[in-house]
């Protein structure tokens, strides 16, 4: 009675059967792999897998100094190309404009130049920019001469250390584990299907 009946080649099905696992067994072992990255890994943008959620920042903020006396309130700020101090009243919080200001740390000394358009006085001097930009505290002293006023201000600036954002290996065990177990698994199949392909047939013999 089983003359007729044509079984279908369980080659075939057990070579997709066993994709099929292949596939459900990788994407959850990557899964897995992604849940449990090492430190530093990073995922498909560039992010850090293991970094805390939060907003994100642009990058590390400018060094920044604030001093202020009776007459001027001070801010600076350091940046890769000029030390940018804007100058104000302290009563009255009104821009000082066009005043004479001069810096000084350890040996080094520079000379403010003051830009109308953006109210702030720039120094560029190079061995200045140098001396600020190093990690650790930086002691200031500036001069500041407005009209018939002038004024000598303490400030402390604190460069914080350089962070690099170091780029490293990303682990390869998942991704084995997960090959293994695809080849382990299909290579059962293939073998449990195969066996039951030959009971059936020997049956109709």
Excluded: C
Aim: zero cysteines; aromatic letters at 6%.
């Amino acid at each position: 009675m089983f003359e007729h009946l044509v079984w279908p080649r369980p080659g075939a099905q057990a070579f997709h059967r066993a994709n099929r696992l292949a596939a459900t067994l990788l994407t959850s072992l990557s899964l897995a792999g992604v849940a449990s990255a090492a430190p530093g890994a990073h995922g498909p943008n560039g992010e850090h897998l293991d970094a805390p959620a939060g907003p994100a920042v642009s990058g590390e903020s400018a060094p920044k100094f604030v001093t202020q006396s009776d007459l001027f309130e001070v801010v600076g700020t350091v940046r890769a190309d000029e030390l940018s101090i804007f100058v104000s009243r302290f009563a009255t919080n009104e821009p000082v404009l066009g005043a004479s200001l001069e810096i000084e740390t350890g040996k080094l000394k520079a000379t403010a130049v003051f830009y109308e358009d953006a109210g702030d006085y720039s120094v560029t001097d190079a061995p200045m920019l140098e001396a600020l930009s190093a990690e650790g505290p930086h002691a200031l002293v500036l001069t500041i001469i407005s009209g018939d006023e002038a004024d000598l201000l303490d400030a402390s600036l604190t460069v914080a250390p350089h962070t690099d954002h170091e780029e490293h290996d990303h682990p390869i065990w998942p991704w084995l584990i997960g090959g293994l177990a695809a080849l382990v698994a299909g290579a059962a199949l293939w073998l449990a299907i195969s066996r039951r392909a030959r009971t059936l047939s020997g049956a109709t013999t």
